[in-house]
């Protein structure tokens, strides 16, 4: 189908008073409702697994509330629940009895309530998808639309059906990887069928063609063409956002380490502002570390920066920092340094203690960084150590058994 024969698609499609578009998705203010409310609902899912009174059923659970609210939506997301429904004989979907992969889920919804901008988005659909929990598929799409309506087109067996009709295709329906190469063609399609920025209304008209209501008509051509290329594009960046979320995973557990060793030295931690809502081993960060970065008499600017830096110690009810740490696993050394820089020459008589924590393969690294002539004159007076990955943690749970304070971490740094 050329981009002709597309726009004569979408006019039909548009024009059919019965069609979805006109009964679901131009349906004005109920349907923007609907985002709001399950925006909620995904907040309130999010906070009973953190809390752990999510419960081992849907019956009951908040997601139940998030997908009643979802299915309301007319027909096009009918049976939008069936894939989340505890099925016990076959123990799936397995987020309800498993405690590890229903803070997984919890942590996906957590980060897609946060994230701004597409990369994001889709980088935690791929780190869901590689997560491989049974029974989980595909189906989170219907969650994530109404948080990213023009990032994430919504999935069902008729849109999967369309989809193949209308590009000659054979997506399957319970595969990651189809829908995310699905989701290259939808994207590449609506922008040229120019219908809207939410990919609900090309979804729509998918359901259309999947239900047997509007014909396809021609699949040859330009599109089909256009959809080989985009499963490339798909399996491309799926492949880099696993990638980026091992090391992403690793910082984690680091910035989780200095988390529970500066709590157990008894002092106040703040985490920085954008991994707030990063959790690890079943424990929030939003639950273990100040919610905001104490006032400093800061400017804007420098506030905005000091409140990026990975790790925070406070020494308690004060605004006094006893230590900060900048974790690296595979970003740029300066970065963290540049940051550190900021916050020392931003307090005056600054005493606290700076630490950049970092692969024991990356030593040299950090090293030939500290060597810079302009680090070097800048951190003359400022104590800046490295702390290795493993020695942190070999060492933790001595350092929080018996630590008293920051000198604890004399044992493990390399000065």
């Not at 923007?32 to 009951?60: M, S």
């Not at 979320?245 to 931690?269: C, M, N």
């Not at 790790?311 to 963290?336: D, M, Q, R």
């Not at 600054?350 to 302009?374: I, K, M, T, W």
Request: aromatic share 8%; charged share 25%; proline share 4%.
């Amino acid at each position: 189908m050329d981009a002709t024969a597309l726009e004569t698609l979408v006019g039909r499609y548009k024009d059919d008073p019965e069609s979805v578009y006109n009964t679901w998705f131009a349906s004005g203010e109920e349907r923007l409702k609907a985002f709001r409310a399950i925006r909620r609902g995904v907040k309130d899912a999010v906070d009973a697994i953190a809390a752990g009174t999510f419960g081992n059923d849907f019956r009951g659970s908040p997601l139940e509330t998030v997908l009643a609210a979802i299915t309301e939506q007319k027909e096009v997301f009918e049976g939008a629940a069936h894939p989340f429904y505890w099925k016990p004989k076959l123990r799936i979907p397995d987020i309800y009895e498993n405690e590890a992969n229903k803070r997984t889920f919890g942590a996906f919804l957590s980060a897609c309530l946060a994230a701004t901008r597409e990369e994001q988005v889709l980088g935690e659909m791929s780190r869901l998808a590689e997560a491989r929990i049974k029974g989980l598929g595909p189906s989170v799409a219907n969650i994530a639309y109404f948080l990213h309506p023009t990032v994430v087109p919504p999935f069902n067996t008729a849109m999967v059906k369309g989809f193949n009709a209308l590009f000659a295709d054979k997506k399957k329906l319970g595969s990651w990887e189809s829908y995310l190469a699905m989701r290259e063609t939808i994207v590449q399609a609506n922008a040229a069928a120019r219908m809207s920025k939410d990919l609900g209304a090309f979804a729509g008209l998918l359901y259309e063609i999947g239900t047997g209501r509007l014909a396809a008509g021609d699949d040859s051509g330009a599109l089909r063409e256009a959809n080989v290329a985009a499963v490339k594009t798909a399996k491309s960046r799926h492949e880099k956002a696993v990638a980026a979320q091992r090391d992403e995973s690793e910082h984690t557990k680091i910035q989780h380490l200095l988390v529970k060793i500066g709590r157990a030295l008894k002092y106040d931690v703040h985490v920085a502002r954008n991994d707030r809502n990063r959790s690890h081993d079943g424990q929030s960060f939003a639950l273990l570390t100040l919610p905001a970065l104490p006032d400093m008499g800061l400017s804007a600017e420098v506030a905005d920066t000091v409140s990026l830096i990975d790790v925070l110690w406070l020494k308690p009810g004060t605004s006094e920092i006893a230590c900060a740490f900048e974790v690296e696993k595979s970003t740029a050394i300066y970065s963290g340094m540049l940051r550190l820089e900021d916050l020392a020459r931003s307090i005056p008589g600054c005493v606290c203690h700076f630490y950049l924590v970092a692969p024991r393969g990356r030593e040299r690294e950090v090293r030939a960084q500290l060597a810079r002539p302009s680090f070097r004159a800048a951190l003359a007076d400022i104590t800046l150590a490295y702390i290795p990955f493993d020695e942190l943690c070999e060492h933790c749970d001595a350092l929080c058994k018996f630590g008293d304070d920051r000198e604890a971490l004399k044992k493990i740094v390399r000065a």
